[in-house]
């Protein structure tokens, strides 16, 4: 059946009731996929997998698509200009980043108008000293469909600059270096890397080399500068392909550290700086056992579940270290769950989740507790910029779905505070817009926070459109923030709701556990009930509901699309993991191996029944669907595109309705979509403007 609407919204008044053009057709190809113990599906479209992206009938399919999704949206262009222009209109063009001091340096960014891209320039000594810039990035992408600059690394003297440049979007980036006296950039090239970089002595860089298939970090290497990348000393290998690995260098600048993490288990190693050979282990890797490791003025701070599933904090004197648990203490006790922690010399930052929000506490060395709590009903605090271990002042962020994010600092020593920034936002008052923090009751008795946030004068009445967004994995939680884009629903109506779902973990460890593996369906069923819950709560009308989730959270949609397609009118599933059982059975496919612990391994027979239960692709059926747009890029390393292209040719074959489904190919970009700060705003516009007709919005 079609979606019920009201009646002042039948789908005769959309702008794209009209004849339609022919959809793409993907050719049908048998094609067998067998998992160990004997399973068989057959894949139809598996022959739209190409991994040098060369395939000119492939690449045919997908400027179909794009085609397709043109036409579609020609009648919708000045809604589209109109959004556009809106959203960036409230973007300040001249806006510059905090700055924050690092060595002898103040470093920031700016923009200058119309730029897609900042410009990284920095101070010395103060902020009145003459501007020296760094970086160029508005030149450096000129003639570059995509490009992004990442992991930007100062030598501890502040001669050299040292960088990660992406111009594919596929996250394999290159390493440059800036030699900052002179402002040429050195012929040393290392490709192939993750955008994490760490000086070690004057001349030494430490990088993470990736693997060529599966882009897993697989190696830390010691770059010596003016030598050939050939030549670069191999300091550490992971040989387990389910973990990642990274380099950091600790807050007293003492130490270098190489993490290695899975799903379920973590290994710290640090060494002196300008020793990097030397690395000593801090707790071996163990079932279960997550941990991470700081130092500040002679303790280590670690970060660990060992004895509670929330995270406690404990310590141990440098003299510890290389003697695992010797002579730890405790710091915290069981409770909030302890998402992230900043280490200073006499105090440490931690932030929290309580009831949902992430909130500030500073814990002193004599064991004082100071919450930096907010009256807002949903909301976020961030560490950000902690650069000094020194200092008493301790940077963070604040921001809701009516507050643009603010920059602040509060000191441990004296309990003030102070606004470093306000995110301007012009043509922006939040007096006119209303956030909320309501509950939900899922189908088995969890109750599942919900932020909420629309225009001031909405009346509860059961009539309002809603726009639902959702992630729920990996443990990510998805946190309030303000959006400039989204105040152009709101000020057509839209409730916007933001679902914290199960498989995040903004209500703890737990929230996590019962969302994924084998209690995956969980994360499903809590998107559904807070539709559900919304509409009968009279925030929305049934029948008036838009969905969206990108990625992981792409799954989420299609799970949703074919569990609960009467909830509907419209699901933007955006980069969309859903070939789940295909691609985690290829251990040759990017992000495998190293999530087995995520979804299950389909490998084993009891994994590949749960997985298959709800992997969207494969539960595609012959039924109605809400109108759905889908996107992708070419180049995503994330998700390959062909996930999304095989679920949108298998959709169209099965699907009986005459909804509209449009696929979006980026042809120049990765998982994240176009680069620039309004060039992804064309892309959102687009989206937006689909959605609100959807939903029957013209204005």
């Known amino acids: 059946m079609r979606h019920l609407l009201t009646a002042s919204l039948l789908v005769s008044t959309s702008a794209l009731a009209q004849t339609l053009p022919t959809p793409p057709v993907a050719a049908q190809r048998a094609h067998e996929v067998r998992a160990p113990f004997g399973a068989v599906r057959n894949d139809e479209y598996y022959w739209l997998r190409d991994d040098m992206r060369k395939n000119p009938e492939m690449l045919g399919n997908l400027s179909a698509e794009n085609a397709y999704t043109d036409a579609i949206m020609a009648p919708l262009k000045p809604l589209q200009d109109k959004l556009y222009s809106e959203i960036t209109g409230r973007i300040k063009q001249d806006d510059s980043s905090v700055p924050y001091r690092e060595g002898d340096y103040y470093y920031y960014s700016r923009f200058t108008p119309g730029a897609d891209y900042p410009i990284i320039a920095r101070r010395k000594g103060a902020l009145t000293a003459p501007e020296q810039i760094l970086l160029d990035e508005p030149t450096m992408a000129k003639g570059s469909g995509y490009f992004a600059v990442s992991g930007f690394e100062p030598s501890h003297d502040g001669r050299y600059l040292a960088y990660a440049q992406d111009k594919i979007g596929r996250r394999q980036y ?128 670690v970060r660990t579940n060992a004895k509670s599933p929330n995270y406690q904090l404990m310590s141990f004197p440098d003299a510890a270290l290389g003697k695992p648990q010797s002579g730890w203490t405790v710091l915290t006790n069981p409770g909030d769950f302890i998402d992230d922690f900043a280490a200073f010399d006499t105090f440490t930052a931690i932030a929290e989740r309580h009831d949902g929000n992430k909130r500030l506490r500073l814990l002193s060395r ?150 994924h593996l084998t209690k995956k369906q969980n994360s499903f069923n809590d998107f559904i009930d807070v539709t559900r819950d919304l509409v009968a709560k009279g925030y929305a009308a049934k029948g008036r509901v838009a969905a969206r989730g990108g990625s992981a959270g792409g799954l989420l949609m299609g799970g949703v699309a074919n569990q609960a397609p009467q909830d509907y009118a419209v699901i933007v599933a955006q980069v969309p993991f859903v070939d789940v059982l295909t691609t985690m059975l290829d251990t040759s496919i990017p992000l495998t191996t190293n999530e087995f612990d995520q979804w299950g391994n389909p490998a084993n027979e009891a994994d590949y029944k749960v997985m298959a239960a709800y992997s969207p692709y494969d539960n595609v059926r012959a039924m109605a669907y809400p109108a759905m747009f889908v996107s992708t890029g070419l180049w995503d390393s994330q998700v390959q595109y062909y996930e999304p292209a095989k679920w949108v040719a298998r959709l169209r074959a099965k699907k009986t309705d005459g909804n509209p489904l449009l696929f979006r190919v980026n042809m120049e970009a990765g998982h994240g979509g176009k680069s620039g700060r309004f060039r992804s705003y064309r892309d959102q516009a687009e989206m937006y403007a689909f959605v609100l007709d959807r939903l029957g919005i013209k204005q």
């Open 366 to 515: 004599t064991g004082k507790s100071t919450i930096v709590d907010a009256s807002e009903p949903a909301y976020q605090m961030s560490l950000d910029g902690n650069h000094e271990a020194a200092s008493p002042w301790v940077r963070y962020t604040y921001e809701s779905l009516v507050t643009p994010t603010t920059t602040l600092e509060w000191n441990a020593a004296t309990g003030k505070s102070r606004t470093l920034k306000v995110q301007p936002v012009p043509g922006y008052d939040a007096k006119n817009y209303v956030t909320e923090r309501v509950w939900t009751t899922a189908r088995d008795g969890a109750r599942v926070p919900v932020s909420i946030v629309y225009r001031k004068g909405l009346k509860r009445d059961g009539t309002a459109p809603l726009f639902q967004y959702a992630y729920g994995s990996y443990g990510i939680s998805s946190d309030p923030e303000y959006s400039n884009a989204t105040t152009s629903l709101l000020d057509r109506g839209v409730v916007f709701a933001l679902a914290h779902i199960r498989g995040g973990q903004e209500m703890g460890r737990q929230w996590f556990d019962d969302g």
């Open 174 to 301: 290159v390493l440059k270096i800036l030699d900052t006296t002179t402002g040429k950039t050195l012929s040393d090239t290392v490709t192939n890397i993750e955008p994490n970089l760490v000086w070690g002595s004057a001349n030494q860089l430490l990088y993470v080399e990736k693997d060529p298939v599966t882009l897993q970090s697989k190696r830390i290497k010691l770059h010596i500068l003016g030598s050939p990348a050939a030549s670069d000393r191999l300091l550490y290998e992971e040989k387990d392909d389910t973990f990642n690995i990274g380099v950091r260098r600790t807050a007293s600048g003492r130490f270098v550290c190489i993490g290695a993490e899975a799903t379920t288990m973590t290994e710290q190693r640090c060494a002196p700086f300008g020793r990097p050979d030397a690395m000593t282990l801090i707790a071996p890797r163990t079932k279960d056992i997550l941990y991470s490791a700081d130092n500040a003025a002679g303790r280590w701070i």
